[in-house]
């Protein structure tokens, strides 16, 4: 019953012709979209998820970029797989994306009715902890950021208020630190942006969970990390300076450098005062006057012996002939007493030195050099060790780029050896073939273009057969076959025909044992018709 019901439907002869046409015209367009696959390069998913501001920056810098994207029915935003990675760096070098959080816009937005005093604050503190996070996340190495506010509560006692405090968490970018004093940008930032709030209260650490900034600056584990890190700039600054100064000669890649520094730390405050041997006359006072008392008759020589009258009569003194002696001369003056206050003038040198942290005690520079390469006489290039007149030139060269102080100890070490070559690295095996972007292109290809070719062979070309040669069977008058033919000719293809049924199949089948019986004569039918056509 369906085969009759088919065979009655195929003999309608407008419903077939539409039926043809609409199978036409879907592989028509099944072929179209096959075609434009093909040519479709494959998408894959670059970040998805996105809110609608960073979506909006990233397709603004894939447009820049000159890379296409395709935004799915998700949200997700696609590009080409082979511009994938392409695409992520250079999204990662404009530091997107971002992440959208609402900082201020929170405060924009319908604040409702009956709003408590308590959902303000939260409100505030929170945008003021995100507006805070997109600040410092404008930093290069810093991929994103988040700040917590502790604010304490406002009290009407002074002794009952509380310091604010803040806390920050950073995330870098990978392969990026921070400075020290990019550490302590961050730490007055945050402090300055709130009231109150002492950059001591401040604690930022990454993502890694490290501490990047000191509880206390001034303790002695933070004073001897700044003295290390000081130590090991220093050595760095040295040996890069002579390697710079020495790879001009030797090549790049052939001088290894090491530099030990020896530094004082030790703060010394001195303070001296000196009085000079030579001193001299500031002022001088002399003073003389008559002796009194005991003092004048200590000076005079006249007054001696008991006291009485036998003393007070001097003794008859005999000369050399026996007469009595002169009586000795008495005194010009009373005798005088001087008195002399010289004042000198003292000579007084203060100094106050205090001696700067950090000073380089010693230096020691160790320079190992490379093989040179020359050209040898046959022409070939060869590695050979240095000259001793040339590595005399490469240490004074040394000495010179480390500030070389013999009085100070300093010591510098030139050789010349060979460097051990590592091996080179065998590479890391290809991946297979089917893994590779351009076979998967080249797969869709051919997918592709077999598609439309069995498309073609297998739909067009049947469906354009059934459309048009039945129906220039059927056109054709049954007498044709007489006035083209011979009667004979005619007379059995005739028969052959009307005594099929009326269907096309069946009409189809008779013609095809007509061509099995007899094909020459089939054939000059054939031609006949093509003839009669042109």
Same mark, same amino acid.
């Given at each position: ?156 006692? @002074? *002794?009952?208020? =509380?310091? !604010?405090? %803040?806390?920050? #968490?950073?995330? $870098?970018?990978?392969?990026? /630190? ?52 000081? @130590? *090991?700039?220093? =050595?760095? !600054?040295? %040996?890069?300076? #002579?390697?710079? $100064?020495?790879?001009?000669? /030797? ?58 009258? !036998? ?224």
């Amino acid at each position: 019953m369906p085969n009759e019901l088919t065979h009655r439907l195929q003999d309608i002869p407008g419903l077939r012709q539409l039926l043809l046409l609409l199978g036409l015209a879907g592989a028509i367009a099944l072929g179209i979209w096959l075609f434009f696959w093909t040519q479709q390069p494959g998408y894959a998913p670059l970040y998805s998820g996105l809110a609608d501001k960073d979506a909006a920056e990233v397709t603004e810098a894939l447009r820049g970029a000159g890379i296409p994207y395709r935004i799915e029915p998700t949200g997700a935003i696609s590009v080409p797989q082979a511009r994938l990675h392409d695409a992520r760096l250079k999204l990662a070098a404009q530091g997107l994306p971002q992440g959208s959080r609402a900082g201020f816009e929170l405060m924009r937005g319908e604040q409702g009715f009956g709003v408590s005093q308590f959902v303000e604050g939260a409100r505030y503190q929170h945008a003021l902890e995100t507006e805070i996070a997109r600040t410092i996340a404008t930093l290069r190495p810093v991929r994103d950021a988040r700040v917590h506010l502790a604010l304490p509560k406002p009290s009407a006692f @002074t *002794r009952g208020r =509380e310091p !604010a405090s %803040a806390s920050v #968490v950073l995330e $870098l970018f990978p392969g990026r /630190t921070l400075e020290p004093n990019q550490v302590a940008a961050i730490v007055h930032m945050v402090a300055t942006s709130v009231p109150e709030m002492s950059a001591e209260r401040v604690t930022v650490i990454d993502q890694s969970g490290r501490l990047l900034t000191q509880p206390d600056p001034n303790s002695d584990a933070a004073i001897s990390a700044q003295q290390f890190e000081q @130590t *090991r700039r220093l =050595e760095a !600054a040295f %040996a890069q300076r #002579v390697r710079d $100064l020495l790879e001009p000669l /030797t090549g790049p890649g052939r001088v290894n450098v090491q530099v030990t520094v020896d530094m004082d730390f030790t703060v010394t405050e001195e303070a001296r005062e000196v009085y000079l041997p030579d001193a001299k006359v500031r002022s001088e006072q002399v003073s003389e006057q008559p002796a009194v008392g005991v003092a004048a008759l200590a000076n005079n020589a006249a007054a001696a012996g008991i006291p009485g009258a !036998a003393s007070n009569i001097p003794p008859a003194a005999e000369g050399a002939g026996g007469e009595p002696a002169a009586a000795p001369a008495a005194p010009a003056g009373p005798p005088m007493a001087r008195q002399a206050t010289r004042n000198f003038e003292l000579d007084r040198h203060v100094s106050h030195v205090r001696q700067p942290a950090g000073r380089i005690r010693r230096v020691s520079a160790a320079v190992l050099v490379d093989h040179v390469p020359e050209v040898g006489e046959n022409g070939q290039v060869e590695l050979r060790p240095l000259s001793e007149e040339r590595l005399a030139r490469i240490e004074a060269l040394v000495r010179e780029a480390v500030g070389f102080d013999a009085g100070r100890g300093d010591s510098v070490a030139v050789m010349n050896a060979p460097f051990v070559r590592p091996e080179p690295v065998q590479g890391v095996g290809e991946p297979p073939i089917w893994e590779h972007p351009l076979v998967g292109d080249i797969l869709r290809l051919l997918v592709g273009g077999g598609a439309v070719l069995a498309l073609v062979f297998g739909v067009l070309r049947p469906t354009l057969r059934q459309i048009v040669v039945p129906a220039r069977i059927q056109a054709l008058p049954e007498p044709v076959f007489e006035r083209i033919s011979g009667p004979t000719e005619a007379e059995l293809v005739n028969e052959a025909v009307t005594k099929a049924a009326n269907s096309y199949e069946e009409r189809l089948q008779a013609a095809r044992t007509a061509v099995n019986q007899d094909p020459r004569r089939v054939a000059q039918v054939v031609k006949s018709w093509v003839g009669a056509d042109g």
